[in-house]
């Protein structure tokens, strides 16, 4: 069964560090290209960090460079996202998606990592979701 699944998620205080994951199963991150998206209640969905496992590019959002981190390891199928000095402005579901870089147009101007975190294609797979609460 092909299929993303996101953990890690849950309430936290502001301050210090989380990890979420998301892991892969009936089909290989190889070549695709990873999102973490989060959705704040009564928001529009945000790419807030995208990966590419075919070359190794990053992208974040404005709204989170320097606090977030994007990592994969191959070998566990698995991409994380790491929040560090959580805020309550980040609390929202996030959600992990990926799409197979090599099949994706490209969009004149940026790249395609960038493009896939700027919500510009039709995932091929979505996790669930994870709920992050940051709150004291």
């Known amino acids: 069964q092909v299929q993303l699944v996101e953990s890690g998620g849950g309430l936290v205080q502001p301050g210090g560090s989380l990890r979420l994951s998301c892991a892969a199963s009936?089909?290989?991150?190889?070549?695709?290209?990873i999102g973490w998206f989060r959705q704040a209640p009564g928001q529009e969905r945000e790419g807030v960090s995208c990966?590419?496992?075919?070359?190794?590019?990053?992208y974040y959002a404005d709204s989170v460079k320097g606090r977030l981190t994007i990592s994969s390891d191959n070998a566990k199928n698995t991409v994380f996202l790491e929040i560090n000095n959580r805020k309550p402005e980040d609390t929202a579901v996030y959600s992990c998606?990926?799409?197979?870089?090599?099949?994706?147009?490209?969009?004149?101007?940026?790249?395609?990592?960038?493009?896939?975190?700027?919500?510009?294609?039709?995932?091929?797979?979505w996790g669930k979701g994870t709920l992050v609460t940051v709150s004291s």
């Open positions: 990966f590419s496992n075919r070359d190794g590019r990053t």
């Open positions: 998606a990926a799409s197979n870089a090599r099949a994706l147009v490209p969009v004149r101007g940026i790249t395609p990592v960038q493009a896939v975190c700027q919500d510009l294609y039709d995932m091929d797979y």
């Open positions: 009936g089909f290989s991150l190889d070549n695709y290209i």
